[in-house]
DNA sequence: GTCTATATAGCGATAGAC
DNA sequence: GTCTATCGCTATATAGAC
């Protein structure tokens, strides 16, 4: 999809839609809000969207291209296993911002699914991003079950991130990010002599 | 504190909110629904709370009242680590309310910590709630990392919600609250001999 | 493509009769 | 205490000049 308009409105829109909507909600930024924070008229908003949802869906895509350059920086890490604690890593190195504003994509998907039914599905394509991408890892250690332990990592990070913004410590993030780490040693490798081979099968 | 006024209609309202914030969010549900939803003419609302965000305090409490009412429940096991699996449960049990609207309690504390600073203290409270509840039977069962065992308990199980509400996926939140419960199994009780006596230290 | 001006609607909140 | 009527404001969205 090719846009022909001058360039750089589009996505200052979506990037002060995304910035706001981090801070205070998907809900609380009015248009004329979100405008003024990309410079751009308020009237003129209407021609990149015709509506609020369909700015708020391509912050969303957004979000999404945020998520897939990060998997993309991890995965320049040889060992699966770095690859694993460096996203946990991740959480715990804005563990500032994370008190702030919560998760980024964890409240915008949680929000979303709440407040814009039709928007659920690409929020939650989100959060399978980061969880396909930390299968993928645990897979390649030769677990049987990396599906399940992706779902508890990256639910041991969001649930940090929650508890982190809303008591307002940044300490409890990194603390639990430190369990996770300790937690993806513990697991080990199984069946080292196979692991490559068990990325085929299943 | 005593209300004179005709009973029944400041606890409907309250509980209508409560309701309508659950399915909905924070931010969505205007005074106007919450009246209608309550049985009570829309500009009386204003007798009971001058604001909605009066409203939103009084809810915040009602939900701090149900927590209470909980672990009360709890309280009547005899073992701290019944108690405790318990509380998980809690969460497997209500899976597909889970799906549909996240976690009451973390979704509320979560929202309201971006959108109104002035009820997020009371926000964290019913947070703590939980994790003050939990850390106490931690420590009864002679850990001295309690406080650290809670937040991994709570935080396991507001991350599960989180992505089972997303993904919406009912078994994925009961999966997990198995997981906590085998955890909880695993980490057996330190020292048992004076597993009583630790209450009583710090 | 961009902007101003404005239509339309619904919000939170108030006033005042009963 | 309760209700109706309504104020004042601001939101999303549109129309049309440039």
Redo the contacts between chains.
């Keep these: 999809m090719v846009w022909i308009t001058r360039p750089g409105k589009r996505e200052r829109l979506v990037a002060a839609a995304a910035e706001l909507v981090d801070?205070?909600?998907?809900?609380?930024p009015t248009l004329a809000q979100i405008a003024q924070a990309a410079n751009v008229s308020p009237g003129n908003v209407y021609y990149y969207f015709k509506t609020r949802e369909e700015l708020l869906a391509a912050l969303v895509e957004h979000r999404r291209g945020e998520v897939r350059a990060l998997l993309s920086g991890l995965d320049r890490r040889r060992d699966p296993r770095a690859r694993l604690k460096e996203l946990a890593e991740t959480w715990a190195a804005s563990a500032d911002e994370v008190v702030e504003?919560?998760c980024t994509i964890?409240?915008l998907?949680?929000?979303l699914?709440?407040?814009h039914a039709c928007l659920?599905p690409s929020?939650?394509g989100l959060?399978?991003e980061l969880?396909d991408w930390s299968e993928t890892q645990f897979r390649q250690l030769g677990h049987p079950d990396a599906r399940?332990l992706a779902?508890?990592l990256?639910?041991?990070?969001?649930?940090?991130a929650?508890?982190a913004?809303?008591?307002?410590d940044p300490d409890?993030m990194r603390?639990?990010v430190r369990?996770l780490d300790r937690w993806i040693d513990d697991l080990g490798s199984v069946d080292s002599r196979s692991s490559s081979l068990r990325v085929l099968d299943h």
């Design positions: 801070r205070h909600g998907v809900e609380s504003h919560g964890g409240c998907a949680s929000q699914t709440k407040t659920a929020a939650a959060i399978e969880l399940a779902t508890t990256l639910g041991g990070i969001q649930g940090a929650i508890l913004s809303v008591l307002q409890l603390r639990e369990r």
